[in-house]
């Protein structure tokens, strides 16, 4: 009989192999860390079973562990580079930092919740030690470790907060996330630096839920 160990690897391989390669994801480092990371560790007991499909999972509280595909491709559209410093705002479970993590990345996983919080400090230190997990407000950012090379947003957001803008590296640094607009589709989007501010490029429609604390902050328009 196969056990829960077993059975976990083979729906991780599985995920890379029918969710996100066919969906144009070539870069070695994103899928091999997603063919690694143990994502059901990243998760609630409550939703095991959903470690690895190809949905938005729900962490409690109005928040989400992003959609495998949808982050998958953002990563894939950053271009990471080695040693690149990365803020990951709404880190939540701190998945998405470890997968930074192991693709070279010095990352800062910041988050509010106190159970995800929680969660977090118990599985970064054992899958991702380099992690540097802080907890404030999602929408101030960390300035501490800033500049970032790249900001990654784990949810959606009507607009990306000032603060985030401010703390990217000036004419080089990236910002990933999903914007939404009431009775519009939702797209994912990289904000790169230029001289004369951000400048947005649409990458793909996505269904990504937003977060909840970032519904109205004080932030940059798309």
């Known amino acids: ?18 969710q996100i390669r066919p969906n144009r994801v070539t870069d070695p480092r994103v899928l091999s860390a997603m063919r690694r990371l143990p994502r059901e560790r990243f998760l609630p007991p409550n939703v095991l079973s959903l470690a690895y499909a190809d949905q938005d999972v729900p962490l409690g509280n109005g928040r989400f562990l992003m959609e495998p595909m949808v982050f998958a491709r953002l990563l894939q559209a950053a271009g990471l580079r080695e040693n690149e410093r990365v803020l990951v705002v709404g880190a939540g479970c701190g998945y998405g930092a470890s997968v930074l ?9 910041l988050e509010e919740d106190p159970a995800l919080l929680a969660l977090a400090g118990t599985v970064l230190p054992v899958e991702a030690p ?5 907890s404030g407000p999602l929408a101030a950012g960390w300035s501490a470790n800033a500049p970032y090379d790249l900001i990654l947003i784990e949810g959606a957001v009507p607009e990306i907060p000032a603060a985030l803008i401010s703390q990217t590296i000036r004419e080089t640094g990236r910002i990933l996330a999903a914007i939404y607009t009431p009775g519009r589709i939702t797209q994912a989007v990289i904000a790169e630096s230029t001289a004369a501010g951000p400048g947005f490029s649409v990458l793909f429609d996505c269904a990504t839920p937003p977060i909840p604390s970032l519904r109205k902050a004080a932030s940059f328009a798309f």
């Open 130 to 134: 380099g992690v540097t997990l802080v």
């Open 101 to 109: 993590a192991a693709c070279g990345c010095r990352v800062t996983a």
């Open 1 to 18: 009989m196969a056990t829960q160990a077993y059975i976990f690897d083979d729906a991780r391989t599985c995920m890379v192999d029918s």
